[in-house]
């Protein structure tokens, strides 16, 4: 569910009219609501808080700051309590700059550098997510620098791997992320062996936009054997960190897994191991709140019958179509009456995977019209550029009947001032 629904014939966030937000700030613009970040995690929370004994009192949800990093999105989710999984010291500053502390902060990735892991150390984060034994022995060096024992744990590779896409799949066994199995026990035991660091558990993502929870089941039911090994062999586990990954309705799909179902299923193979589990939601929370604001530049129709709908809004702004066969939904937002219609979706980019979606049914649209692309809330600003020298696309919050830019798009002048001429360092 969302806040994006036609008051009066057109559409609105919440209780602002996206017709405004075009006129004032231009377009292509992202769009946030809050009321549906908060209703989103609202409901995460609610489920989570349901299973206290098996998934513990304190239970973390960190938002996958990956997803959407817009420090005002963050602000939003830290006044409720939510903490971030991050993957850089760049996501690291901006979880503490809006407000999230640093034990409420996990630090995840398959490449983080001895610098990034010293600041995540000076900050005090949470607990380092460690995703092999090259990067277990630097974080060692790194925290015996510096006399300390940062909480750690080891991200598992199940052997399992799920998603929406061939790309955005991590639990395989040939991806690059995590430590496997057999390798992780004895991984583990070294960490315990060393003076320089606190292991506290296990982790485990498998992939994205999941819309079956059979594989997720699997797979943390390979990582409880895993902790109970360890156990077994004397080693405390005290976390476990069940990643991401719950799939979103982008096609208006009626038979996704709920939140409580996802929930009570990490609850039921959590069951008497007493551990505290964290989860690390990113599209969860964030894609059904944003959707990506347009215009329609023109309608060029050829004498064959394609209609291609030429778009202000391109790969540039949101790549999910071109990186990965994406849908995104997309919807007129003052709807005209007539008989529905077959468009080619593109934008103006010169490069052929511009194109967000052939043969889409719309009704009738012209040259000026406001579209939204829905469900562009999560991986859709963070990964947006300025290919071609086009602005960076903008980023608007609504919270009711306010709104607020929170991202302006920046200038030609300051897109040139980020550019100094040449000064000659030797
Ligand atoms: N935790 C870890 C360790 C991750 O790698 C990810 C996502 C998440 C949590 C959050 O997963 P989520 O709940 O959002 O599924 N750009 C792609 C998705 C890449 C996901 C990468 N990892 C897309 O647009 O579909």
């Not at 057109?10 to 209780?15: P, T």
């Not at 511009?354 to 939204?372: E, S, T, Y």
Request: hydrophobic residues 45%; contains cysteine.
């Amino acid at each position: 569910m969302n806040h994006f629904d036609l008051i009066d014939g057109a559409l609105h966030a919440e209780r602002v009219s996206l017709e405004r937000i075009a006129t004032t700030v231009g377009t292509p613009t992202y769009v946030y609501s809050s009321a549906t970040l908060t209703r989103h995690y609202s409901l995460l929370r609610q489920a989570v808080d349901r299973h206290p004994k098996q998934l513990g009192a304190g239970a973390l949800i960190a938002f996958a700051v990956k997803a959407n990093s817009n420090l005002s999105v963050l602000a939003t989710l830290a006044k409720l309590g939510c903490g971030a999984d991050t993957v850089s010291e760049g996501e690291i500053r901006r979880a503490l700059a809006s407000d999230i502390p640093g034990d409420r902060i996990i630090f995840s990735g398959v490449g983080k550098t001895d610098a990034e892991l010293a600041f995540a150390i000076d900050v005090g984060v949470r607990q380092i997510n460690i995703e092999s034994g090259a990067e277990l022995d630097r974080l060692i060096a790194v925290a015996a620098a510096k006399g300390v024992a940062p909480a750690i744990a080891i991200r598992v590779n199940p052997k399992i791997g799920a998603g929406g896409h061939a790309r955005i799949t991590t639990g395989g066994e040939t991806d690059k992320f995590g430590v496997p199995i057999e390798e992780a026990i004895p991984l583990y035991a070294r960490a315990i062996a060393s003076p320089h660091l606190t292991p506290v558990g296990l982790a485990c993502h498998i992939g994205s936009q999941i819309t079956a929870l059979e594989p997720m089941e699997a797979a943390f039911r390979t990582v409880r054997q895993v902790a109970e090994t360890l156990r077994g062999q004397g080693h405390p586990v005290e976390r476990l960190d069940l990643g991401g990954g719950l799939g979103v309705p982008y096609h208006g799909q009626t038979d996704l897994p709920s939140i409580d179902d996802y929930v009570a299923m990490c609850a039921r193979v959590l069951d008497g191991l007493d551990v505290e589990a964290a989860f690390e939601p990113g599209r969860l929370l964030a894609a059904n709140a944003g959707v990506l604001l347009s215009r329609v530049i023109q309608v060029n129709q050829r004498a064959d019958g394609r209609r291609f709908l030429v778009l202000d809004a391109g790969m540039n702004d949101l790549m999910r179509p071109a990186l990965y066969e994406a849908f995104h939904d997309l919807v007129p937002v003052t709807p005209r009456e007539g008989e529905m219609g077959p468009y080619d979706l593109v934008g103006p980019i010169c490069e052929s995977t511009d194109i967000f979606a052939r043969d889409r049914q719309l009704p009738p649209l012209r040259a000026g019209d406001l579209v939204a692309f829905l469900s562009a809330g999560a991986y859709g600003a963070v990964l947006s550029s300025e290919y071609n020298s086009r602005p960076l696309v903008a980023e608007v919050l609504v919270d009711g009947d306010r709104w607020a830019v929170v991202r302006p798009r920046p200038s030609y002048d300051e897109m040139w001032a980020r550019e100094p001429k040449a000064e000659w360092l030797e």
